[in-house]
């Protein structure tokens, strides 16, 4: 840990993936404890939620600007590598759980929960579903 907070961790077969409050998204090999990468995000923003695709070795990661709130960005990375391969803005969908095996994002902004297919190249990712809705007062 190298900040005071880590937000998430996700694993692969062989590697830890952390993030960390104000700071950096990183992989270690669970074999020794070496780094294998580091992505520094953009200034006042840190990845909240990850989760990591076995069929496509693709690390998925929700970022968000923790000083003025906003919009997510979804991303999505070689795991092996850290090179980024894509990323689109969520929008207003607060709320980000992957399933077990990294292929299913659900969302929510609190009155309406949205499912998605997740792909590596995130513009060939299937398009959203409504699943749930609560009327607003």
């Not at 961790?9 to 590697?15: G, I, T």
Request: hydrophobic letters at 35%; aromatic letters at 16%.
């Amino acid at each position: 840990k190298e900040t005071f907070a880590c937000l998430d961790v996700c694993f692969s077969n062989d590697s830890i993936f952390i993030t960390e409050s104000g700071g950096y998204l990183r992989a270690i090999e669970l074999k020794n404890g070496v780094e294998l990468w580091r992505y520094t995000p953009i200034a006042g923003y840190h990845f909240i939620n990850l989760g990591y695709n076995i069929d496509q070795n693709i690390l998925f990661g929700i970022l968000w600007h923790y000083e003025r709130g906003g919009e997510t960005l979804l991303y999505a990375f070689d795991a092996s590598t850290g090179k980024e391969i894509d990323n689109m803005i969520m929008y207003d969908q607060h709320v980000h759980e992957y399933d077990a095996f990294g292929k299913i994002l659900i969302t929510s902004d609190g009155y309406n929960g949205y499912i998605y297919g997740l792909d590596k190249d995130l513009k060939n990712m299937k398009v959203k579903k409504l699943v749930f809705s609560i009327k607003k007062d």
